[in-house]
Structure formats: structure tokens, C-alpha cells
């Protein structure tokens, strides 16, 4: 299975900035055995899924969607306006949602239901924070289960986020990304039986995402701050 290289704008870029990005991000190859998924802010979805259209190995999503399908929720967007755009991906229940907006598991379950539904293929971000390490099997395994409720983990991919790893520098040994993934990968099966997919990130940049992506249990990577250029960007896909 080809490794996944997810960027997460956050809340960074304007449109001509997203314009430029897309522009210098085409004209490379997305090589054999790697795929990229580029989730720049909402109103650049259209933008990237026409630039990148043709492109096999490169697809664009959103970084989050609504808990309703549509009505009075001022501000939002549906999943289903999502996948109007052309994106594949939705990024749910990252821990700066989570976190600053107050998100639940409740509510990311509600969420992840309503992307597949769409469609969508949700990147469901679970992670502990620095004083819950210790404790960072059950509280995992808490958000799995909730966020994941009743869902067949053969249509998301997890995102294993450690909160204090994510845009401080600090990344997590390789030997205790392996212990989560195959934690993770031990404890939930798909429908089928299979492993779900578990990628990881906190703090991938190009120095460190070749060792990263070749740990045990490791499908791919979550780039933040590293994604904003697009030839570091570029340079993890490639590692
Ligand atoms: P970072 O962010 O790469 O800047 O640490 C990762 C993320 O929040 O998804």
C-alpha cells in the first residue's frame, strides 16, 4: 500500500499564496509508493482539486467539515459542499479543534459518519497530551472507540498525534511511534479483520520523515509547519 503524505495548511495562506503553492507543487511527480493529499483552507478546495485533477497521486482535502448535512449553522460547511469541491480527504478531530474549539468525541463521531456518507475519507486525529503520557494506551483507545463508534475502520485513516509533539519541535522516538501503531493497529480491526491505516504526526519535516516513514506500523505522515513550503513539502513526499 502506497505510504500517505498528508500537508495541513491549518489556518495559514491567502489565496494567492494557495494559487503559488499549487502552482510550484505541480510541476514534480508524486514518485511510486506514495500518494500526497494537500488540505489547504476551505475556500482554496475548488482552486486545488482543478490544479491537480489529473494528477493520480495527489489529492486535496478539507480540514474539517460540519456535524449537520445543511441548514442554519452560519459559517459552516457540509461534508457534501466538501465533496462538491473535488476533495477526497477531510482531516476530523484534530487536537487544535479539539482543544481551542471545544470539539468531542461525540461530536468528531458525528462528523466522521456524515464525510463517509458524502463520500469522504475522514483523517481522524487522536493524540495525548505531554501530562497524560503515561496513560496514553487508555486515553487513545477512549477516542478510538468514541470517535470511531459504529464506524468501519476500513473507511478512515487514523492520525496518531501526540498534542505535545505538534509544532514544538519535538518528535516522538521512533520506537514509541512503533509501540502506538502496532498498539493501535493490535487492538482495532476493520469489518474485515484487516489493519487500519495509522499515520503519524508532530513535527515531520524533511530531516526526519525518511526514519519516520520507514518505522514499524507507520502508513504515512501529517505535516503541519513543514507542509507550508511547498519544496519542503515536496521533500517528505520524496523521503
Ligand atoms: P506540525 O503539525 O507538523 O506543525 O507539528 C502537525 C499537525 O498539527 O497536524
Known sequence: MSKIIIANFKMNKNFDECANYVKVFKKFAVQDGKVAVLCPPAFALPLFAH????????????????????????????????????????????????????????????????????GLVPVVCIGEKLEEISRKKTILSNQIKKSLDGVDLAQVVIAYEPIWAIGTGMTCESSDIAFVHEYIKSKFKTNAGDDPIVVYGGSVKSANASEILNTCGVDGVLVGGASLDPNEFLKIVRA
Request: glycine share 8%; charged share 25%.
Open 51 to 118: 490544479e491537480l485533477h489529473k494528477n493520480k497521486k495527489c489529492f486535496v482535502g478539507a480540514q474539517n467539515c460540519a456535524f449537520a448535512t445543511n441548514g442554519a449553522f452560519t459559517g459552516e460547511l457540509s461534508a457534501t459542499m466538501i465533496k462538491s469541491t473535488g476533495a477526497k480527504y477531510v482531516i476530523l478531530g484534530h487536537s487544535e479543534r479539539r482543544n481551542i474549539l471545544g470539539e468531542t468525541d461525540e461530536v468528531i463521531n458525528k462528523k466522521v459518519k456524515l464525510a463517509i456518507e458524502a
